[in-house]
């Protein structure tokens, strides 16, 4: 049986007092996209660098396509691809003429034209590196790290800084790339791109694992629980809220002037929601009820928007 694609057992990288993964396992199986969330300073690039050999591990082992990405670089290199977080490139050099360097580098690499037009970037395949705007730039190291057709790629914040039709181009592509049977594991803040595209999603937080599942499964817990998010001005008292609802109903204000309330939804409950907004001479604006989702699911358990 073929290695998994990425192995991680007891991993734990310290840069002096600051340990930014702590223990860490995780398994992903070779065919599957794998999602890694977490809070600004969760360990994810950390962790990405350190399969991708530029970071070597304090303790604990790695093993990407069943290799060391340190001691087997050598092996590794042709066979994974890499989108470091903000890309990066030449500033003067052409768009194409970039794709087209780092394709000869490879022995059977995909038609460099095709991959930029995939992406969207034919009209920009002239203009240099510097004078892409940032989305560009971002597809463009997208297309280097795809271009020597790897087994794996890492791809650390794909999107960012995309517009959403760019967005969408390379959700397309990183789909199309899945149905071929590559691995992809990328890191990311949007609970959208994780939902839509991952098999597996592992939320990590302080270096620290904290939930890993398919998107359906880890947002089906409590699936009973239905949620009822409301805008309003910042620092409602929450605990009076809850007192006017029945008992065991939780109220939180997740972000300020953003407030959910957890527990059996049904018409009353609304009714004393939007009255009890009334009394404080508040509008309960944007009224939303329904499942919670993976955003919901992230913030209970680590207590943390993801875009901090
Ligand atoms: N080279 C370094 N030197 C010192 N500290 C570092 C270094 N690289 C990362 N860190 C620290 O390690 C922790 C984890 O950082 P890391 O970049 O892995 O997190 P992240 O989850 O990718 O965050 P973000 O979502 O902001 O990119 C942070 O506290 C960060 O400041």
């Known amino acids: 049986m073929s290695a998994a694609a990425v192995e991680i057992t007891g991993l734990v990288k310290r840069f002096g007092s600051t340990t930014a993964v702590d ?13 890694l969330l977490g809070p600004n300073g ?4 950390t962790t990405v660098e350190i399969c991708e050999g530029f970071l070597r591990p304090d303790t604990g082992t790695v093993r990407v396509l069943g290799l060391d990405p340190v001691s087997d ?6 066979r994974i691809g890499v989108m470091p977080q903000g890309g990066g490139a030449y500033p003067g050099v052409r768009a194409e003429e970039m794709l087209r360097l780092v394709a000869s580098c490879s022995a059977n690499p995909l038609d460099p034209a095709w991959l930029l037009d995939v992406l ?3 009209s920009a395949r002239r203009t240099p590196f510097k004078r892409l705007s940032g989305g560009q ?3 463009l190291s997208l297309a280097c790290a795809l271009v020597g057709r790897p087994e794996l790629v890492f791809l650390d914040e794909p999107t960012a800084g995309m517009d959403p039709q760019a967005r969408r181009l390379v959700w397309e592509l990183l789909g199309a790339l899945r149905s071929d049977g590559v691995s992809v594991l990328l890191t990311t803040h949007l609970m959208e791109e994780a939902e839509s595209l991952a098999d597996d999603v592992v939320i990590v937080d302080g270096g620290r694992l904290v939930a890993q599942g398919a998107p359906s499964a880890l947002t089906a ?4 629980d239905a949620q009822l998010r409301f805008r309003a001005r910042a620092g409602l008292n929450t605990d009076l809220l809850a007192s006017a609802l029945p008992e065991g109903y939780l109220v939180r204000e997740s972000t300020p002037g953003a407030y959910r309330v957890c527990g059996v939804v049904d018409p009353q409950v609304v009714s004393t929601v939007t009255a009890w907004c ?3 001479g508040v509008l309960a604006e944007e009224l939303h009820v329904g499942r919670r989702d993976l955003e919901e699911v992230f913030l209970e358990l680590t207590g943390k928007e993801l875009r901090a």
Do not use: I, N, V, Y
């Not at 223990?23 to 999602?35: I, T, V």
């Open 42 to 45: 969760a360990g994810k690039t």
């Open 73 to 78: 670089s050598a092996s590794l290199r042709p």
């Open 137 to 139: 730039q971002q597809r």
């Open 278 to 280: 009334a009394q404080q």
């Open 23 to 35: 223990g860490l396992d995780l398994k992903m199986a070779r065919g599957s996209l794998l999602a």
């Open 221 to 224: 817990e409590h699936a009973e």
């Open 120 to 122: 969207g970037l034919q």
